[in-house]
């Protein structure tokens, strides 16, 4: 059973940092596009990062360029995503998931694209 955990999320101040951890059970990474979304209470799901496979490139939306990184461990099969300067606005609930192809694409921004979400991990940014 193909299964993402996510973990890492917490209370932070702003202008903190954190680290969230993406990890994958019941398939292997390596070929696969990779994606962070997160909801806001009362918001739609809006994609974050994604990251294409085996190296692959990037890609950030405006909201969060210059501040988060995604990247890739295949062979822990894990994916995450630092956060440095976090602001208020980002306070959601982040998910990670596999897109159904190697690369991120056009339509990475689209949840629908997505298979096999995790259960999510709070990020609340609050002073």
């Known amino acids: 059973q193909v299964q993402f955990v996510e973990s890492g999320g917490g209370l932070v101040q702003p202008g903190g940092s954190l680290r969230l951890s993406c990890a994958a059970s019941g398939f292997t990474l390596d070929y696969y596009a990779i994606g962070w979304f997160r909801q806001a209470p009362g918001k739609e799901r809006e994609g974050v990062s994604c990251v294409g496979s085996s190296f692959g490139s990037t890609y950030y939306a405006d909201s969060v360029k210059g501040r988060f990184t995604i990247s890739r461990d295949d062979a822990r099969n894990t994916v995450y995503l630092q956060m440095n300067s976090l602001k208020p606005e980002d306070t959601a609930v982040y998910y990670c998931?596999?897109?159904?192809?190697?690369?991120?694409?056009?339509?990475?921004?689209?949840?629908?694209?997505?298979?096999?979400w995790g259960q999510g991990t709070q990020v609340t940014v609050s002073s």
């Open positions: 998931a596999t897109l159904r192809r190697s690369f991120c694409g056009a339509t990475m921004g689209d949840p629908y694209e997505y298979d096999s």
